[in-house]
Nanobody
Framework: QVQMVESGGGLVQAGGSLRLSCALSGRTISTYTMGWFRQALGKEREFVAAITWGGSMYYTDSVEGRFTISRDNAKNTVYLQMNSLKPEDTAVYYC????????????????????WGQGTQVTVSS
């Protein structure tokens, strides 16, 4: 049974930082592409960042230069360091795992992800 648990969300002022963690249990993530997505109230879920099992990293334009995705395969954990947070970053953040090994260096589409966490709320006040 695969479980993905996010943590690290919370309330922060604009300009502040948060670090999200996502731990996967039941499998090893070493050949998984791991992604972060977010869904703001009333909006569709959108891509934020991904790190492939080959080490390539991708970001949506709005977080480029502010957010950093990383992974620790030994801990089966992926992280999202979020700096210079803005009110428009407010959303529920989800981590996800893509397990097919197809995307060693390329960014998978959202529908390719196989496992999802339950989400963690990030609220940025102005």
């Amino acid at each position: 049974q695969v479980q993905m648990v996010e943590s690290g969300g919370g309330l922060v002022q604009a300009g502040g930082s948060l670090r999200l963690s996502c731990a996967l249990s039941g499998r090893t993530i070493s050949t998984y592409t791991m992604g972060w997505f977010r869904q703001a109230l009333g909006k569709e879920r959108e891509f934020v960042a991904a790190i492939t099992w080959g080490g390539s990293m991708y970001y949506t334009d709005s977080v480029e230069g502010r957010f950093t995705i990383s992974r620790d395969n030994a801990k089966n954990t992926v992280y999202l360091q979020m700096n210079s947070l803005k009110p428009e970053d407010t959303a529920v953040y989800y981590c996800a795992a893509e397990t097919s090994v197809r995307y060693q260096y390329t960014n998978p589409p959202q529908h390719a992800y196989d496992y999802w966490g339950q989400g963690t709320q990030v609220t940025v006040s102005s």
